[in-house]
């Protein structure tokens, strides 16, 4: 069973960093991509960051681009978000995800794992 659990929320002011971590079972190998998304209040979930399990090529979501790093730690089960240089729209619930499809992408309705979410807030 894939399971996926985020950590590292939390508040911060303009031009901060957080690193947002998410810790994932052994099973979470069998999918092909994992990515981070964000929802906002009254607002559509959207792609942040993925990248094929395992490591390799990444994907960014324009907004985020030059300012957020998705990597992993396979012996450590951890997928990150680094995120610099945050701004106040940046503020939003995060969530870790898992894919099976063959490709890999930061479209939503390819993911089909999914964690509880860790907020962000960033005040200006």
């Known amino acids: 069973q894939v399971q996926l659990v985020e950590s590292g929320g939390g508040s911060v002011q303009a031009g901060g960093s957080l690193r947002l971590s998410c810790g994932f079972s052994?099973?979470?190998?069998?999918?092909?991509?994992m990515g981070w998304f964000r929802q906002a209040p009254g607002k559509e979930r959207e792609g942040v960051a993925g990248m094929r399990t395992g490591g390799g090529r990444t994907y960014y979501a324009d907004s985020v681009k030059g300012r957020f790093t998705i990597s992993q730690d396979n012996a450590k089960s951890t997928l990150y978000l680094q995120m610099n240089s945050l701004k106040p729209e940046d503020t939003a619930m995060y969530y870790c995800?898992?894919?099976?499809?063959?490709?890999?992408?930061?479209?939503?309705?390819?993911?089909?794992?999914w964690g509880q979410g860790t907020q962000v807030t960033v005040s200006s």
């Open positions: 052994e099973y979470t190998y069998s999918s092909n991509c």
């Open positions: 995800a898992a894919s099976r499809v063959p490709w890999c992408s930061i479209q939503l309705n390819e993911y089909n794992y």
